[in-house]
Structure formats: structure tokens, C-alpha cells
């Protein structure tokens, strides 16, 4: 298992795994709320990959060197070091098999390590429930739940926030 920046080397991959199609099975648990459109290769080439090459809020998951998902963060409100930070394992081939735990844990700790921050958390919906297992794993809290503000097809369900404070995950 490697974790690292994204490398153009990787953008085809990257394009096949995430913006190839326009209704991909892992988007049916990542914020499935939310519009996805597939673009072209070249237009992703064009318009998008340097977003996430090279970057510091985006890396690759790798296993067998082989990309199989990414994990990033982005400011929820930069001033005050308050982000948020995600896990996608696009593969669905490799869901089920542990790898969730160990990358998203040493994100997290990488980004106590690297930025002067206090907390980190992430967001997730209730019909996502390994995203909810993977927060209780990793020793998270549950910091919030606004009830039924997400409509996926006809149904509500509920925003859940989860976050850890440094000094929490310094202890587990």
C-alpha cells in the first residue's frame, strides 16, 4: 500500500476510475446527491487533471501500484485551520478489503504532521454506513447529525459530521 501525490502518469487511471463514466458505482455512496458528469479524456486532460496533479490536497491510494482510490482535504474555513478531508476508493473491486482504515488513518495523521491544525473531520450521509464505520474505527466522534437534509432518490437522509482534535489522535 502507497500513498502519494498524483503524477501524470497516473491521469489515465485517475480519468478511467473517477471521470470516465457518468453513473459510477462508487458515486452511489460519495454524496450520491450531488451531479457527476463524465467528461471526455481530453477534455479532462485539459480542464481538470492539473487539479489534482501534484497537489498536497490530493493523493493517490495505491495497492500493487496499482491507483485504486484518492484521499484529499479542502478549507471549510482556512483562517481557522478548520478543514475537512475525504477517502474515495473508486475500485468497488477493493471495497470490503481493509484498505479504508489504514490509508484514511494515515492521511489523517500526515495532515496533523504537515499544517498547523486543531481538527480534522469529514462528511458523510446516513445511507453511507461504512463511511460511519470507518469514523467509529478510527476513534473519530460523532460531532453532528443534521437530520434529513440530503434527498437521494425520494428518500432523506441525514449530513453526519465526524471530526478528531489533535491531542485526541496523538492518544489512539
Known sequence: MLMRPLKSEDMKRYWELAYKESNPEWKKWDAPYY???????ESFLKDVSNHYMEQQDVFGLFVDNILIGTVSYYWEHEPSNWLETGIIIYDSSKWNEGYGTPFLKAWITHLFETLPLVRVGFTTWSGNMRMMRLGDKLGMTLE???RKCRLYQGTYYDSIRYGVLREEWNNI
Do not use: G, N
Request: hydrophobic fraction near 40%; charge should be neutral.
Open 35 to 41: 451531479e457527476h458528469q463524465a467528461l471526455p479524456y
Open 144 to 146: 453532528a447529525r443534521l
